[in-house]
């Protein structure tokens, strides 16, 4: 799936809800509960509060037009037999996009990284490392390190 495709499906917020909702169950919820929590989520209020008419307007708009978009692109699967939705194969390449903590392992990457690097920095000013590498290719080592961990994280950005 493009990054275009996972734009068009996130552009609608009732998409992004049901996703949200997905998640929140744990990548499986049933077709109601999952209409009443977007309800209540568009509406602002608990679910006991929200109105009938509301939450026929959101089963409405999610059977005919947004769980068939999501099911399409392999996001959704819906069980019409026992009413559940769940994640499916690429649910991942969307919800990527909503859930920033993705991000995150990057930054893990480049923690240890540094701690390497600040390694090599603390090891040459007590005059302890090991004369393995030649003057200086500590720091060519840290430096080409970083280069290959970044040209990673943009590749892994832009896939």
């Not at 991000?103 to 490392?129: I, M, P, Q, T």
């Amino acid at each position: 799936m493009l990054d275009g495709d996972v734009y068009g499906l996130l552009e609608n917020p009732r998409r992004r809800y049901l996703l949200y909702c997905l998640d929140y169950h744990d990548g499986e919820v049933s077709l109601s509960r999952a209409v009443d929590v977007v309800t209540a989520w568009e509406k602002d209020c608990p679910v006991e509060e929200i109105r009938s008419t509301d939450r026929r307007c959101v089963y409405s708009a999610l059977r005919r037009r947004h769980i068939p978009r999501l099911e399409t692109k392999n996001v959704v699967a819906f069980d019409e037999d026992a009413g559940t939705l769940s994640f499916d194969l690429d649910a991942e390449k969307a919800t990527r996009w909503l859930f920033p903590d993705t991000v995150d392992r990057w930054s893990k990457y480049y923690l240890g990284l540094a701690a390497v690097g600040g390694f090599f920095v603390l090891a040459d000013f007590l005059a302890e490392l090991p004369e393995l590498l030649p003057e200086g290719g500590e720091h060519a080592l840290v430096a080409v390190l970083f280069l290959g961990l970044t040209v990673i994280a943009v590749y892994d950005h832009w896939r």
